[in-house]
């Protein structure tokens, strides 16, 4: 949890403070947290798990914005500007979660301006990567997008393994393809170009990067 923008900077007296105005949760893989639209008034810490937060089109299309893991949080638009949430937030493995209230939020940022110093650090951290994922679909072609999002993820849930990195990722085909923008046939055929070239070797919700070189070449 030290991790988290909110516990950076407290000393472990006020962490353990904020951490006991804190309501823990737990979700199943597939488990909806909010959804578009819903009330939002509570700030979430991924303990751990992973979450994923997307949006859905009129016409029944979902596009996947992000995938969060264990010391990141989302919710937080919610205590700058209340109203009905943005996005859907679902379980995309077994999720531990810890919420806080945007009433004891508040009275912590009050406070603790250094707690404050850092949430507004995730918050544009978050929206350069925003800004970068915008640019990628606009100049970008799909399997660079493709390289581009296994690197992603491979900086927050890889794992060194024997032949290469072990990147644990957790969703499914259909998934992956949304958080590319791309449709699912067009996502697969590069993913087997990659493999053909021997770059990766897929699994079961994972993938194994053998040739992280060869992949960030590709996803310039």
Do not use: C
């Not at 970008?140 to 290469?164: I, M, Q, Y």
């Amino acid at each position: 949890m030290r991790r988290a923008p909110l516990f950076k900077g407290l000393d472990d007296e006020s962490a353990n403070a904020l951490a006991a105005q804190m309501s823990p949760s737990r979700l199943e893989r597939g488990d909806v947290l909010f959804r578009e639209g819903d009330r939002g008034d509570t700030l979430y810490v991924i303990a751990e798990g992973k979450i994923k937060l997307g949006r859905t089109s009129p016409d029944g299309r979902e596009n996947l914005v992000a995938i969060l893991g264990p010391g990141e949080m989302f919710g937080e638009l919610s205590l700058f500007d209340p109203g009905p949430r943005t996005m859907t937030a679902t379980a995309v493995a077994e999720a531990q979660l810890l919420g806080v209230g945007n009433d004891s939020l508040t009275s912590i940022l009050t406070g603790r301006p250094e707690v404050s110093k850092s949430l507004l650090a995730a918050l544009a951290q978050r929206l350069r990567r925003t800004n970068a994922h915008l640019a990628d679909l606009v100049f970008t072609d799909v399997p660079g997008r493709v390289a581009k999002a296994l690197l992603e993820l491979s900086e927050r849930f890889g794992r060194p393994a024997e032949g290469g990195v072990m990147v644990s990722h957790d969703l499914t085909q259909e998934e992956l393809a949304q958080l590319v923008g791309a449709s699912r046939e067009t996502v697969n055929k590069a993913l087997a170009d990659f493999a053909g070239r021997g770059w990766l070797r897929l699994g079961a919700r994972s993938v194994l990067l053998r040739d992280v070189d060869r992949l960030r070449r590709r996803a310039r």
